[in-house]
T-cell receptor, first 110, second 118 residues
Framework: RKEVEQDPGPFNVPEGATVAFNCTYS??????FFWYRQDCRKEPKLLMS???SGNEDGRFTAQLNRASQYISLLIRDSKLSDSATYLC???????????FGDGTTLTVKP | EAGVAQSPRYKIIEKRQSVAFWCNPI?????LYWYQQILGQGPKLLIQ????????DSQLPKDRFSAERLKGVDSTLKIQPAKLEDSAVYLC????????????????FGSGTQLSVL
């Protein structure tokens, strides 16, 4: 079983739709969680950190469920520019090790 | 602020040849990472440096891969000899130093080197 698992998709949604991605992790010692965005043929870039209380940044909402060991990313009012691969990252800060999921691909269509 | 610099951008070699990649992290970032990203997969950590010391190289195929960061700044990753399955994008990343146990600073990635082994 992979340490970090994501639904690869692809998710094909129309503009304006709401879409949610989930990510599960197996290491209960994980302490920090992030979502990165990766455009085609580009490097990953941090989208947002994920906090226990949940956090929101504009149209993006991230949530963490430690008991069930999953994190989620919700995108409201999807834009064409949201088309990308979204990578879940789980970090064991004591070990200083970050593990990436394989990503979920989103395509937003007009 | 200058980002993470990597070169070359692309490299095509034949199997059994050698190849080297270079990375210059963001100035002042103590931690440097090399990741391998195979098409359709997430980045996989190959090696992590803190200054010029190795923190984690558990997933580095040491029979053919080597990396160094001699002066604690820029780094090189070498593959010798290359195999077909080494075809991937090699990403270098850096992060600011944080005390162990603190929430990690975000990773800043370079543009990567796309390696094709024929």
């Amino acid at each position: 079983r992979k340490e970090v698992e994501q639904d690869p998709g692809p998710f094909n949604v129309p503009e304006g739709a709401t879409v949610a991605f989930n990510c599960t992790y197996s290491n209960s010692a994980s302490q920090s969680f992030f979502w990165y965005r990766q455009d085609c043929r580009k490097e990953p870039k941090l989208l947002m950190s994920v906090y226990s209380s949940g956090n929101e940044d504009g149209r993006f909402t991230a949530q963490l469920n430690r008991a069930s060991q999953y994190i989620s990313l919700l995108i409201r009012d999807s834009k064409l520019s949201d088309s990308a691969t979204y990578l879940c990252v789980v970090t064991n800060t004591n070990a200083g090790k970050s593990t990436f999921g394989d990503g979920t691909t989103l395509t937003v269509k007009p | 602020e200058a980002g993470v610099a990597q070169s070359p951008r692309y490299k095509i070699i034949e199997k059994r040849q050698s190849v080297a990649f270079w990375c210059n992290p963001i100035s002042g970032h103590a931690t440097l990472y090399w990741y391998q990203q195979i098409l359709g997969q997430g980045p996989k950590l190959l090696i992590q440096f803190q200054n010029n010391g190795v923190v984690d190289d558990s997933q580095l195929p040491k029979d053919r891969f080597s990396a160094e960061r001699l002066k604690g700044v820029d780094s090189t990753l070498k593959i010798q000899p290359a195999k077909l399955e080494d075809s991937a994008v090699y990403l270098c990343a850096s992060s600011a130093d944080r005390p162990r146990g603190a929430i990690n600073e975000k990773l800043f990635f370079g543009s990567g080197t796309q390696l094709s082994v024929l």
